[in-house]
């Protein structure tokens, strides 16, 4: 079975603080994806990447930045937390195109 | 851009038949996922459709239609552990991007 694997079930920070988010798979997937889930707005893709030390704008980046060293780890990283990015993270896997996403469990930060 | 439109809620009894649809404008169209999730866990998957028509799997069945910009998840013989939220996610044309529509929250009752 494909495990994706995240750091933190719940998380608390305080406003200004850097946030890291890491995400683990094990299937040896090419492509990794952040999202964020928010009441009423579904899942929203922040940040993604194809390949080692590649990635790409999703359609909410501004606040995240994303790191991606190894083929199995993308880490969501939240240079100085605010307020409006209380949420739930959600980070997912997919070997390729027409493939299904394989979502984490989920991290729910809070900043205060 | 992408919009993708499906039902906030709908209520159900168990035994039941329910029919959740989603529409979707697209620029590009590679595919639809739906994908279930219970409360407080991770979306897990359904069903992937890319050529018009219907895909059966056990309980569930899933529909598209690419001209219409339409598919729907047919839910049969609800049970209870089906209360959950489903949500429609749509491939763009180049890449492995979903953009997912806001969810339905499914709840069945005895």
């Known amino acids: 079975d494909v495990k994706v694997t995240q750091s933190s079930r719940y998380l608390v920070k305080r406003t200004g603080e850097k946030v890291f988010l890491e995400c683990v798979q094990d299937m040896d997937h090419e492509n990794m994806f952040w999202y964020r889930q928010d009441p009423g707005l579904g899942l929203r893709l922040i940040y993604f990447?194809?390949?080692?030390?590649?990635?790409e704008k999703g359609d909410i980046p501004e606040g995240y930045s994303v790191s991606r060293e190894k083929k199995e780890r993308f880490s969501l990283i939240l240079e100085s937390a605010s307020t409006n990015q209380t949420s739930m993270y959600l980070c997912?896997?997919?070997?390729?195109?027409?493939?299904?996403?394989?979502f984490g469990p989920g991290t729910r930060l809070t900043v205060t | 851009g992408q919009n993708i439109d499906q039902p906030t809620e709908m209520t159900a009894t168990e035994g039941a038949i329910v029919q959740i649809n989603c529409t979707y404008q697209t620029s590009g169209f590679n595919g639809l996922f739906w994908y279930q999730q219970h409360a407080g866990e991770a979306p897990t998957f359904l069903s992937y459709?890319?050529?018009?028509g219907l895909e059966e799997k056990g309980r569930f069945s899933s529909f598209l239609s690419r001209s219409k910009g339409y598919s729907y998840l047919l839910l049969k013989e609800l049970q209870m552990k089906d209360s959950a939220s489903y949500l429609c996610a749509v491939v763009k044309a180049a890449g492995n991007k979903l953009t997912f529509g806001g969810g339905t929250r499914v709840l069945v009752k005895p």
């Open positions: 997912a896997s997919t070997p390729g195109q027409g493939y299904e996403q394989y």
């Open positions: 990447s194809y390949d080692v030390k590649m990635k």
């Open positions: 459709n890319v050529l018009d």
